[in-house]
Structures are given as structure tokens and as C-alpha cells.
């Protein structure tokens, strides 16, 4: 078992390395201003026997959970994905994901997770394109984290003594980011939480048997860096084997990079039941003008909403809404089914948006129409639902033969990142909502009112009484004044007998 705690600075922020104290196996140090990221690294054979069973079934595993609170993510660590739950599978045999064991695992360590089997809620990704992505994806707006973290603590913590790592794991409550990522490959699962930039206290406890870094970095620039690489400083220790830090400075390939720039989202009001969802985008200019870049948003939609990508292949509809096209939608989405029939869990979409041409850089909008579906009768009349944010991002080409190795703070597995080539660089755009203090939007959508459906039924039904005694009184009239006859026999007979007249 291996772990990594790293404080991340921002470029020309600095701590005295006389400041930082080691003593055993804890490190302590001043309060500065840093984004933490702790990773754990577990082998296969460290885990309890029921993860090994379900691991053993899967090719790759990654679970991806991204807080709604708006956040301040810095040099390296600038990957971004919507807010909510996501999942990547891909099984190590097709047969697999008929199996409702992922699901009952994940329902038994994350407790609200609506999934029966991958087959049935999850949607497929398409991997003709490109091979680094996975074959299944599963998104939730929100989990209880509770279950999680007491699993947590039975699992990892040695003992209900060891109150350190039970107060780390009760941290995880805030972190902004959780990863938890297996491959067959490396027969291992690295557990990896974030926390925003923020003012903080420098501290680290080595765990028994477990061989902990500690790092206190920030982003640099020496004069032999590359355009598509990063350079990080700072100090390094390894707890229970170095008596004070020593300096580094290394470089590494990065496709994850910020636009320093920012985007906020609201709907159109009114919203109705097909609202469009604008993006307020605070510049137009390009991040980099040494490569081809054009500006995306990837949207991870619950099954409460969804886009018609039939209405996303007309180019002057989209012309006017600042959007040059739809580069991939899920499948598949059924149009016309309610909410509550649904069993994948929504759909995945992603937009190339296109911005006014301006010499200068200006902001600038795009809407993107959406569509309601009907949901479940509730008290009151109305239901709110809640839309995440998509991830803003604008990709541009790196040049021939750069090569992106895996460096150590890279993500892979992101929903787009497969729909892009590998030599792609996202250029990530900051969320920053205008109103309140979540990445998600509200919508109040109008549904049967359980109070009055009592009405509802009774008036139908009586309207269909009412109905089929019409009918009866209007058929009871025509026969009493004609009687029951053979009208076309009556006819005929009247017409020989006015012959032989």
C-alpha cells in the first residue's frame, strides 16, 4: 500500500523549507495557500475478498465523483468533469454486464445508487474511435456519501482506535473531487480526493505498513520547457525514512490545461417543458494561438431531460444559437417515454460551440435547446429538478508526434476525452455561477397534482359514462322510430313493387 499527499501551490508561491517539521511519522507545517489531492494506492490483494471477486470481472473500473460547490481548480490538477456521480466499466467478458453485482456493490458502498445492471442503466460509449475509452457509462446527480465513508473507515483504518485516519476519511465529506480507479493492467486501485484552494495547515501522518510521500509543490516555468508540458517545484519527503525535505523540480506532458477563463449557465425563462439552457462564456479568443482550437461542452443529462439530436443536425438552427454542430450523443434516447419508465440513467452529449469572430476577446453566449419529459404525479403539482453544469472546454490540436505519457496527476477515462484523438489538449474553462453558490440549475416542472387525481379519475370516468349513455340514447332513438328492419331488403322490395305499378 502506497500513498501520496501532495500541497499544490500557485505559480511564484514559495514555503521556507526550515519550516516544514519531521518528527516520526508526521509531518507539520505552517498554514498556507494550497489545493491538497491525497491518493492511495491499494493492490488487489490488499482488498477484501468481495471487491476481488467483482474487480476480477472488470477489465477497467473508474468512478469519478465532482462536488456541485463551485471551486478553484489550479496547475496540475485541472481536469473537470460535470458535477455529480460518474462511472466507466468495461468488462473483462460482454457477458458480464447482464450481472447485477456492480450495481448491488455499488448501492452497498454508496447507498443511493439507482442502477440494477449494466445492461439495463448504464449507456455504451463508443470505442470505434478511438481505444482509450471504456464501453460503459453511468452518471447520478447526487450520492450519499455516508455509506462511502464508513466503508471507508472499516476497510482502511486499522482500528477503531486510529482516530487520524477516521478523521481523514470523515474529510472526504468535503472534498471537491473523489476518484476511485482500477485496471487489469496494473492490479491495483487508486483511491484520490481533492480539496479546493484554500487556506490550509500543513499536515501528514504515515500509516502502518504503508509508505507515505509528501509533497509541497507549485507550477513552474524553466527555461527548457515545452509548449504541451508543465513544470512543478517544490519539496519532497518520504515519512519514516527522510529527516527533512528535499528540493525538486520536474516537467511533464499535460493535456489538461486552463483557458483562464470563466462560464456561468442559466435557463431561458419561461422555462415550459422544452427549456434552452444558455452559456454565458467570458471570452472568445482562442487559449493558444499555436494550434487549431474549437470550444466544446460535454453534458451529462439526467433521464429527466434530454437533447433531440435531430433538431441539433440543422446547421441554421444552430447557426443562430452559436453552436456549430453535435459531435456525439448517447444512444439510445427515446423521445416520447416519461421519466418514470426510463431505466438508463440519462444521456451524454457533446456540443462544439461556436464563437463570434473578433479580433478583440469578448463575451459572448450559446443556447442549447433541451426537452422535459413527463414525471411521476407529485403533491402540489410540480416537481423541481436539477440540470448540472457542463464542462467547458476548448480543444486544440497539439502538434505531430507529441506524445501525452501517463504523468502524476493525470486523468484519464473522462466521457470526452475518448471522443477526442490523443493528441488533443483540453483547455479547461472555469464554472462560476452568476446566482447562488451550485453548479446545477433548477427547474419546476408541472405534473399531476396527486391531491386533485382523485378528481381526475372520478371525471374521466364519468365523462366515459356519459359518453356511452349518449351513444345508447341517440341508437335507442333511431329504433323506436324505424324498428329493427333489413333496410337494403325493404328497399329492394319497394322498388319491384314500383315496377310492376
Given at each position: 500500500m502506497r500513498e501520496r499527499i501532495t500541497f499544490v501551490q500557485k505559480q511564484g508561491d514559495s514555503i521556507e523549507p526550515t519550516t516544514l517539521k519531521i518528527k516520526g511519522g508526521v509531518l507539520n507545517g505552517p498554514e498556507i495557500q494550497a489545493a491538497r489531492e491525497d491518493r492511495l494506492t491499494i493492490a488487489i490483494d490488499e482488498l477484501p475478498t468481495d471487491l476481488q471477486a467483482l474487480l476480477g470481472t472488470a477489465h477497467e473500473l473508474h468512478i469519478r465523483y465532482v462536488?456541485?460547490?463551485?471551486?478553484?481548480?489550479?496547475?496540475?490538477?485541472?481536469?473537470?468533469?460535470?458535477?455529480?456521480?460518474?462511472?466507466?466499466?468495461?468488462?473483462?467478458?460482454?457477458?458480464?454486464?447482464?450481472?447485477?453485482?456492480?450495481?448491488?456493490?455499488?448501492?452497498k458502498v454508496f447507498g443511493n445508487v439507482q442502477c440494477e445492471t449494466p445492461q439495463e442503466s448504464f449507456t455504451t460509449l463508443p470505442r470505434d474511435r478511438f481505444t482509450h475509452s471504456a464501453a460503459y457509462q453511468y452518471y447520478q446527480q447526487s450520492v450519499d456519501f455516508s455509506p462511502f465513508i464508513e466503508y471507508a473507515k472499516q476497510k482502511l483504518c486499522s482500528s477503531a482506535k486510529d482516530q487520524s485516519c477516521a478523521a481523514?476519511?470523515?474529510?472526504?465529506?468535503?472534498?471537491?473531487?473523489?476518484?476511485?480507479?482500477?485496471?487489469?493492467?496494473?492490479?491495483?486501485?487508486?483511491?484520490?480526493?481533492t480539496w479546493p484552494y484554500q487556506r490550509q495547515e500543513v499536515h501528514a501522518t504515515s500509516r502502518p505498513q504503508t509508505r507515505t510521500e509528501v509533497g509541497v509543490l507549485n507550477s513552474d516555468r524553466p527555461?527548457?520547457?515545452?509548449?504541451?508540458e508543465l513544470g512543478i517545484s517544490g519539496l519532497l519527503t518520504v515519512l519514516g525514512q527522510d529527516k527533512k525535505p528535499s528540493a525538486t523540480m520536474f516537467a511533464f506532458a499535460s493535456r489538461h490545461r486552463d483557458a483562464q477563463s470563466s462560464f456561468s449557465a442559466e435557463?431561458?425563462?419561461?422555462?415550459?417543458?422544452?427549456?434552452?439552457?444558455?452559456?454565458?462564456?467570458?471570452?472568445?479568443?482562442?487559449?493558444?494561438?499555436?494550434?487549431?482550437?474549437?470550444?466544446?461542452?460535454?453534458f451529462t443529462l439526467p433521464k429527466t431531460i434530454f437533447a433531440d439530436r435531430h433538431q441539433l443536425s440543422d446547421d441554421l438552427f444552430l447557426a443562430s444559437k452559436n453552436l456549430a454542430g453535435l459531435r456525439y450523443i448517447s444512444q439510445p434516447v427515446?423521445?416520447?417515454?416519461?421519466?418514470?419508465v426510463e431505466k438508463r440513467w440519462g444521456s451524454s452529449l457533446l456540443l462544439e460551440l461556436s464563437p463570434?469572430?473578433?479580433?478583440?476577446?469578448?463575451?459572448?453566449?450559446?443556447?442549447?435547446?433541451?426537452?422535459?419529459?413527463?414525471?411521476?404525479?407529485a403533491e402540489g403539482g410540480y416537481t423541481d429538478i436539477e440540470v448540472p453544469y457542463p464542462a467547458v472546454f476548448w480543444a486544440c490540436a497539439a502538434e505531430e508526434g507529441t506524445k501525452?505519457?501517463?504523468n502524476p496527476f493525470e486523468k484519464v477515462n473522462l466521457g470526452y476525452d475518448g471522443l477526442f484523438g490523443p493528441r488533443t489538449v483540453f483547455w479547461h474553462v472555469e464554472p462560476r455561477p452568476e446566482i447562488g453558490s451550485s453548479l446545477t440549475n433548477t427547474i419546476k416542472v408541472p405534473v399531476l397534482d396527486?391531491?386533485?387525481?382523485?378528481?381526475v379519475s372520478g371525471g374521466t370516468g364519468l365523462a366515459v359514462l356519459l359518453g356511452f349513455a349518449w351513444i345508447v340514447w341517440k341508437l335507442f332513438g333511431v329504433l323506436s322510430k324505424s324498428g329493427y328492419q333489413n333496410q337494403p331488403a325493404q328497399a329492394a322490395e319497394a322498388a319491384q313493387t314500383k315496377k310492376k305499378q
Amino acid at each position: 500500500m502506497r500513498e501520496r499527499i501532495t500541497f499544490v501551490q500557485k505559480q511564484g508561491d514559495s514555503i521556507e523549507p526550515t519550516t516544514l517539521k519531521i518528527k516520526g511519522g508526521v509531518l507539520n507545517g505552517p498554514e498556507i495557500q494550497a489545493a491538497r489531492e491525497d491518493r492511495l494506492t491499494i493492490a488487489i490483494d490488499e482488498l477484501p475478498t468481495d471487491l476481488q471477486a467483482l474487480l476480477g470481472t472488470a477489465h477497467e473500473l473508474h468512478i469519478r465523483y465532482v462536488s456541485s460547490q463551485p471551486y478553484e481548480a489550479i496547475t496540475p490538477l485541472l481536469a473537470r468533469l460535470p458535477p455529480g456521480f460518474h462511472l466507466f466499466y468495461t468488462p473483462a467478458r460482454e457477458a458480464d454486464v447482464a450481472s447485477p453485482a456492480l450495481c448491488l456493490t455499488l448501492i452497498k458502498v454508496f447507498g443511493n445508487v439507482q442502477c440494477e445492471t449494466p445492461q439495463e442503466s448504464f449507456t455504451t460509449l463508443p470505442r470505434d474511435r478511438f481505444t482509450h475509452s471504456a464501453a460503459y457509462q453511468y452518471y447520478q446527480q447526487s450520492v450519499d456519501f455516508s455509506p462511502f465513508i464508513e466503508y471507508a473507515k472499516q476497510k482502511l483504518c486499522s482500528s477503531a482506535k486510529d482516530q487520524s485516519c477516521a478523521a481523514r476519511a470523515d474529510r472526504l465529506a468535503e472534498a471537491s473531487t473523489l476518484d476511485v480507479s482500477y485496471d487489469a493492467i496494473s492490479h491495483a486501485v487508486k483511491l484520490t480526493a481533492t480539496w479546493p484552494y484554500q487556506r490550509q495547515e500543513v499536515h501528514a501522518t504515515s500509516r502502518p505498513q504503508t509508505r507515505t510521500e509528501v509533497g509541497v509543490l507549485n507550477s513552474d516555468r524553466p527555461g527548457h520547457l515545452e509548449p504541451h508540458e508543465l513544470g512543478i517545484s517544490g519539496l519532497l519527503t518520504v515519512l519514516g525514512q527522510d529527516k527533512k525535505p528535499s528540493a525538486t523540480m520536474f516537467a511533464f506532458a499535460s493535456r489538461h490545461r486552463d483557458a483562464q477563463s470563466s462560464f456561468s449557465a442559466e435557463f431561458l425563462e419561461p422555462t415550459g417543458l422544452h427549456p434552452t439552457l444558455k452559456l454565458n462564456l467570458e471570452s472568445s479568443k482562442p487559449p493558444t494561438e499555436d494550434a487549431y482550437c474549437s470550444p466544446h461542452a460535454y453534458f451529462t443529462l439526467p433521464k429527466t431531460i434530454f437533447a433531440d439530436r435531430h433538431q441539433l443536425s440543422d446547421d441554421l438552427f444552430l447557426a443562430s444559437k452559436n453552436l456549430a454542430g453535435l459531435r456525439y450523443i448517447s444512444q439510445p434516447v427515446d423521445l416520447e417515454a416519461p421519466e418514470y419508465v426510463e431505466k438508463r440513467w440519462g444521456s451524454s452529449l457533446l456540443l462544439e460551440l461556436s464563437p463570434p469572430e473578433h479580433e478583440k476577446s469578448e463575451s459572448w453566449t450559446a443556447q442549447v435547446p433541451l426537452h422535459l419529459r413527463y414525471l411521476s404525479p407529485a403533491e402540489g403539482g410540480y416537481t423541481d429538478i436539477e440540470v448540472p453544469y457542463p464542462a467547458v472546454f476548448w480543444a486544440c490540436a497539439a502538434e505531430e508526434g507529441t506524445k501525452f505519457p501517463n504523468n502524476p496527476f493525470e486523468k484519464v477515462n473522462l466521457g470526452y476525452d475518448g471522443l477526442f484523438g490523443p493528441r488533443t489538449v483540453f483547455w479547461h474553462v472555469e464554472p462560476r455561477p452568476e446566482i447562488g453558490s451550485s453548479l446545477t440549475n433548477t427547474i419546476k416542472v408541472p405534473v399531476l397534482d396527486t391531491d386533485k387525481a382523485e378528481w381526475v379519475s372520478g371525471g374521466t370516468g364519468l365523462a366515459v359514462l356519459l359518453g356511452f349513455a349518449w351513444i345508447v340514447w341517440k341508437l335507442f332513438g333511431v329504433l323506436s322510430k324505424s324498428g329493427y328492419q333489413n333496410q337494403p331488403a325493404q328497399a329492394a322490395e319497394a322498388a319491384q313493387t314500383k315496377k310492376k305499378q
